[in-house]
């Protein structure tokens, strides 16, 4: 029968105790007055917690997969809302650990494991999470990328300061979904813009924002070429170890970019 590693059950238990005290509390004021729950952010950053699958070489503890669904269960235990600060944290990043330049990695990852908030733009209204439909595009002009076309309901919105975009780098691929790039855009980034909010029957405490991307420009910059549902076929395990539990520390309109960065 399996049974969890004895540092994982460490970990759960590490976890358990700071949620309890800390994020509990608020849950329900976060529901009920539909706020972000900045009080699990400051707790999940003082722990360590927030981001536990970011490798050592960029300031994270390295964990596993396992290790990071063990965060994100014990802080969903008190606070669905609040859960999904560590499960998007994991999301935004993911492609960036997976495929990214090391350039780009150096950018994000330790802002990542620093405290920041990493978000994951990929539905549109008119194709849902229907990849080969999407509408946005992303294109080469000279030195920059223009990105053209909208997101909706990216979680976190407003309160991320690095949003990983999903859009059209070839639309002439034979296989559509070949043809998808990935943007890694920061909260800075000149033409940025939050969109309305949704309201919504769960997760009251986090935003989602509707139409959170349009044409944006960003400089060139070294990517890793691959797309999205390769990076995804690899979204597996990306640490071998349980961190240690160390208690520590929209819409875009088109502008000029100072970080421009593709993953592909």
């Known amino acids: 029968m399996y049974q969890l590693a004895v540092e994982h059950e460490e970990l759960r238990t590490a976890v358990r105790a700071m949620v309890e005290?800390?994020?509990g509390p608020y849950a329900a004021e976060v529901d009920e007055h539909e706020r972000f729950p900045a009080e699990a952010v400051e707790a999940l950053n003082k722990s360590s917690f927030n981001a536990v699958h970011v490798g050592e070489a960029y300031g994270g503890q390295g964990a596993d997969?396992?290790?990071a669904c063990i965060v994100i269960e014990e802080v969903a235990r008190v606070d669905a809302s609040a859960a999904l600060i560590p499960a998007v944290n994991k999301l935004g990043t993911q492609p960036i650990i997976l495929s990214a330049s090391e350039d780009?990695?150096?950018q994000v990852l330790p802002d990542i494991a620093a405290g920041a908030l990493a978000s994951y733009g990929l539905s549109e209204r008119e194709a849902g999470s229907d990849t080969a439909s999407m509408r946005t595009r992303a294109r080469l002009d000279g030195d920059r990328w223009i990105l053209d076309g909208t997101?909706?309901?990216?979680t976190n919105a407003g309160e991320s300061t690095w949003y990983t975009v999903m859009a059209v780098t070839d639309p002439d691929a034979?296989?559509?979904s070949n043809g998808i790039s990935a943007v890694a855009v920061h909260k800075d980034d000149p033409g940025f813009s939050i969109g309305s909010k949704e309201r919504k029957t769960r997760h009251q405490g986090l935003p989602h924002p509707r139409d959170s991307l349009r044409e944006l420009r960003h400089p060139r910059r070294p990517h890793h070429r691959r797309t999205r549902h390769r990076v995804e076929d690899r979204a597996r395990d990306i640490g071998p170890h349980p961190?240690?539990?160390r208690r520590?520390?929209?819409r875009h309109r088109a502008g000029r970019s100072r970080r421009g960065r593709c993953v592909r």
């Open 174 to 176: 034979a296989k559509k």
């Open 243 to 245: 961190p240690h539990h």
């Open 248 to 250: 520590s520390g929209a």
């Open 151 to 154: 997101k909706a309901w990216i």
């Open 104 to 106: 780009l990695k150096q």
């Open 21 to 23: 005290k800390e994020i």
């Open 65 to 67: 997969a396992i290790s």
